[in-house]
Structures are given as structure tokens and as C-alpha cells.
T-cell receptor, first 113, second 113 residues
Framework: DAGVIQSPRHEVTEMGQEVTLRCKPI?????LFWYRQTMMRGLELLIY????????DSGMPEDRFSAKMPNASFSTLKIQPSEPRDSAVYFC???????????FGNGTRLTVT | GESVGLHLPTLSVQEGDNSIINCAYS??????FIWYKQESGKGPQFIID?????DKRQGQRVTVLLNKTVKHLSLQIAATQPGDSAVYFC????????????FGQGTRLTINP
């Protein structure tokens, strides 16, 4: 079975540029989560969706970050404009609403120079 | 000045020995706990979970122990193998219907041949 699929695997961009990260959750899962992992702060939840609806975005660092889930099989996390401190590995995870655990993709490593 | 990254606790074990990884969780209301394994370049991978109405659960070569009195969780890995080398995270979830999974800082386990 295909797991959570994220793209791209690596992204290198210059400060000020727009970055879009993509995620395809596991088919049949109706909850989707975006996490960020850094050495300083570990794994942090940014936002999560149930049935394509954002439920909690309290972890989104600031207005430069936005996330969408236009349908059950696709989500994006956008950073505009990007800054060097956004450099991290961004993970997408999915699960069923009433069931755990979360299943993670292999992440997108973002480097902002 | 140079930023200092998070220093992960480390544990080194001889191949074939048993290992115990410990985790102190923060929220006394947490009722669901999960252990994840993260290998280099990959996303966290589910190992085993336990609900707060249990104090022990066993899987294949792994056992999770939960002590709610002192808010302590442990993961025991029996007969360790080189493939067990990874960073291990505990995660907690609070409240019925809650979906936010909060991760600990992680422990790096190294299996020595």
C-alpha cells in the first residue's frame, strides 16, 4: 500500500521566494497533519485538517505560512515569503478521524538561503 | 552567534542485548501514548501504542510500559539488532476526540556490533 507521499523531497530556495510543499495522504484517511522538525524545537504540529476542514492552525508560525486541503487526496503548505529560519524538514501525516496512530510521509527538507 | 541545536539523549547498546528507552510525559490528562522510530532521512514510523487504561503492552520484540503515577513511559526492545539504530520518540494525546499528538524530544539509540 502506498503511504503518505510528499513532494518535493528536497527544496532549496532563496530568501523571499515562495515555497509550496505537497502531500497526498493515505487513501481513506480523513485527517491530515503538517509537522515541522528542527534540531532546536523537535517535531512541532503546524496545522491539521479533518475532512478537508482546518481544525487547529495554532501551530502555524506566522502569516507567511498557509495550508490548504482542496480535496481528500491533496494538501499544500505554502510559505510566502520564505526566510532562512524556515529551514527545516516538513512532514505530512494522515490518519482516520477516530483512529490513531498517525502515518508519516518521508518529509520535505527545505533549505532557505 | 552560532545557534545551539537540541542535544538528544543517547543510548548505546551491544547487539543482542535488551534496551530500555524512557520518556517523561507532561500532561496528566493524556490518555493515549505512542512510540515512533525515526531513521535518517525518513519520517517517524509507528512502533507501538498504549492507552491509559493499560500499564503494559507487548508487540514483536517491543514492550511499552506506562506508569501514570509518575507520568513515565518506557519502550523495551529485546534482542536488539543493527536495524534498531534510530531516534525514538514518545508522543502523547490528550482527551477524548483530541487529535493533537505532542512529541517528546527523542532518544538516539545506537546498536554496537
Amino acid at each position: 500500500d502506498a503511504g503518505v507521499i510528499q513532494s518535493p523531497r528536497h527544496e532549496v530556495t532563496e530568501m523571499g521566494q515562495e515555497v509550496t510543499l505537497r502531500c497526498k495522504p493515505i487513501s481513506g484517511h480523513n485527517s491530515l497533519f503538517w509537522y515541522r522538525q528542527t534540531m532546536m524545537r523537535g517535531l512541532e504540529l503546524l496545522i491539521y485538517f479533518n475532512n478537508n476542514v482546518p481544525i487547529d492552525d495554532s501551530g502555524m508560525p506566522e502569516d507567511r505560512f498557509s495550508a490548504k486541503m482542496p480535496n481528500a487526496s491533496f494538501s499544500t503548505l505554502k510559505i510566502q515569503p520564505s526566510e532562512p529560519r524556515d529551514s527545516a524538514v516538513y512532514f505530512c501525516a494522515s490518519s482516520t478521524v477516530k483512529s490513531s496512530p498517525l502515518h508519516f510521509g518521508n518529509g520535505t527538507r527545505l533549505t532557505v538561503t | 552567534g552560532e545557534s545551539v541545536g537540541l542535544h538528544l539523549p543517547t543510548l548505546s547498546v551491544q547487539e543482542g542485548d535488551n534496551s530500555i528507552i524512557n520518556c517523561a510525559y507532561s500532561n496528566s490528562a493524556s490518555d493515549y501514548f505512542i512510540w515512533y522510530k525515526q531513521e535518517s532521512g525518513k519520517g517517524p514510523q509507528f512502533i507501538i501504542d498504549i492507552r491509559s487504561n493499560m500499564d503494559k503492552r507487548q508487540g514483536q520484540r517491543v514492550t511499552v510500559l506506562l506508569n501514570k503515577t509518575v507520568k513515565h513511559l518506557s519502550l523495551q526492545i529485546a534482542a536488539t539488532q543493527p536495524g534498531d539504530s534510530a531516534v525514538y520518540f514518545c508522543a502523547e494525546k490528550s482527551g477524548q476526540g483530541a487529535q493533537k499528538l505532542v512529541f517528546g524530544q527523542g532518544t538516539r539509540l545506537t546498536i554496537n556490533p
